[in-house]
Structure formats: structure tokens, C-alpha cells
């Protein structure tokens, strides 16, 4: 089969960062594998459902980006390994030993007894905004909510919040503005401030532990050896980031679903029993996640008869997948009633999200108390007007979100 290729100028365009499920759509029909040039580097696109669920699974795609072929390099860049070396970048049987470790700190006990506290931090950012009338959701709400979650997990002290917080959002928003070399560099400086940070953090952890999950990882590493003192920054690290970016995107990506679906947002109000329905379907319909992390092909693999070949880096399209009309009745209609499917918008697999239960609940609590504490809530600009992070950005999220609502 010939092997079809997409130029980046083809696929990361300005009208695919408003809506990129067209362009997924056309894939999934007519090129389900699917070669796209990239900027930085080219990668194989899988879109359909039962495709990307078996991709996800498959040992011959490997996730360990730090091997001997060094593939970070073209995919993070020579700075990338302090902070990226980590579990979601190795194969078993390393990344059963990290995730082992890291599970037990993720315990369900654990994560439940946060709930109080959670619908507080989200009760105390809301009373900021309530008063004024408009807010701009994304930096009053979505972003501090979950970053001050997994702040208080990890045992950052509450000093630090912003300036952590400044740092991950360079990371976050790389790519928005019209100066490629300006954010590389500014991205590369992000990294390393907050590298040495998180260095400096953990040895303070050390001497002075406390009730959260850094002091877990400490004592689990000090007690048994299993991490080592790069792995315990990078983990931290992981847990920081993943913990709050794509829980802030999909509260962006939630709210915005909703007020552009106003007979499902009418469902949900009237029946706020529909919610943990209503985050899996929000999920399905537009997750924060739209390509899952890199894998490189370890040997010359066949999709839909397409040859891989050997080297190769592998993107599957988790969002595409998540609107397969072969899975899914209707799937670019928002239903929040629809019978929970076998979305992927988690993952699959041994990489499936450990922060599952935490995602949930957060995303329950912010989006039920945004509705009760806010109940004519809607854009303050058109929805096509909102300003998206990059075409070419491994995530999709808004860069704001401009409400108003009756003060």
C-alpha cells in the first residue's frame, strides 16, 4: 500500500487549532495511517479506534525514548532528559518498577479523603470571581485549581505555587507566538530553572519529610533503594506536570463543550446526577490529550497495510479514535446521556493514567460548583474567537477563556 504523507503545513493550521476533528474525520477514512511531516520531526499517525487501542498495547512500539537511538533529541530537545527521563517514557520492566512505586502513593484512600479540601480550593476561587461579573476562566479557575491540588500532594510549599506554576505554563503554551526560536529558548530556561528547583526541593524533603507523596518517594527510595536521586526529580516532575495540564485543559475544554451545547448543559443542570456520565462523555468528545505521548517503532510494524518502518515515531490519535463512527453513534455530537463506551481518552494499556481517580474527581467538583455557583454562565466572545494553544502543540487547550455571568 502506498504510504500517504501529510506536509505539516497541510495538518497544523489555524483552522485545525479551532476544530481539528474535520481533518481527523478525513484521516480516519482515507488515511488511517498516516505519514505527517513535522516541523521538528515526522511521525506516523494512527486514528481508528480499534487501531489505536491495539497501538497502545503493542510491545513494538516502545515508549523508552532514552535508549540507544536517543530519540528525545528529536522530539524534546538536548535539555529534555533531566525532566523527562521518567515513567512515561520507559517500557516494562523499568516502567513497572517507577509506576509500582508511584501507585502506592496514588492510593484510592489517599486521593478520596482529598475531596473536602479539593471543593474547598475550588469554593476559594470561585468567591474571587463571583463578585465581578466576567472572569477569564482559564487563569482564575482551570489552571490554579489542579495546580494547587497536586501542589499540596507533591508538598510544595505554598510560596511556590506561581512561580512553579509560571514555569510549567512556558512549557505548556510553547509554540503561541510567531518567534519559533524565542520559545525554544524560553522553553529550554523554564526547564532548567525549574529542574534545579525541583533538585534543591527534594533534597529539603529529605531533611524535614512531611504527610505528602515527595516524602513518600524520598522514604521508598532512602528505605529500599528503588529510585534513584535523578529518578525522584524526574517523577516529582511528572507528577507535577501531568497532575495539573491536561486536568486544566479539559475544565477549559469541558466548559466550553457545554456552553456551545446548551440542550446538554439544560440536561445537566436539571439532573446533576448525569455529572460522572457527563465528564466521561466530555471526555470522549473533546479530551485535553489529543495525540498520546511518543512511541518509536523497535522493528518495521504493518497498520492497515502500511509499513512502519524500524526507528519511526508513532503517534496515536487518541481523539480521532474517540470519534470512530464504527465505536461510537453520532460521535461528533455531544450526548451526555450516551452509554458509557470504551473511550481512551485515559490511555490503555500499561500507561493508562495513574491520576485517574484524582482527574475525575477534580473535574466533578469544579464543573458541578461552576454551574451552581455561576448559573448563567456563557462566553464572552464566539467560541471560534477563543484563543487556542497551538495547531502543533501535544496538547488542546484554550490560551484564555473569557466568561460573564450575572454578578
Known sequence: MTEPVLPASEYYTDEFAVDPYPTFAEL????????????????????????????????????????????????????????????????????????????????????EALRPRVAEIVDDLLDKVVPRGEAELMHDFAIPLPMKVISELLGIPKADHDQVLDWTQVIRTSGSSRNPERDRAAVQEAQLRLYHYLADFVQAKRVRPADDIVSDLIAACDRQGTLSESELITTTFLLLFAGHQTTADFLGNATVALLTNPDQLALLRADPELLPAAIEELLRFDGPLPVASPRIAVEDVDYQGVRIPRGSVVGVVINAANHDPAHFADPDRLDLTRERGPHIGFGHGVHYCLGVSLARMEAQIGISALLRRLPDLRLAVPAEELRRLPAASPFRGLLELPVRFTA
Open 28 to 111: 480516519r477514512e482515507n488515511a488511517p495511517v498516516c505519514l505527517v511531516k513535522g516541523p521538528r520531526f515526522d511521525s506516523y499517525l494512527i486514528t481508528r479506534f480499534d487501531d489505536a487501542k491495539a497501538a497502545l498495547t503493542d510491545p513494538r512500539l516502545s515508549k523508552d525514548l532514552y535508549g540507544p537511538g536517543q530519540h528525545y533529541l528529536r522530539i524534546f530537545g538536548p535539555n529534555s532528559e533531566a525532566l523527562n527521563r521518567n515513567m512515561l517514557n520507559s517500557d516494562p520492566p523499568e516502567h513497572s518498577r517507577l509506576r509500582r512505586i508511584v501507585s502506592q502513593a496514588f492510593a484510592p484512600r489517599r486521593i
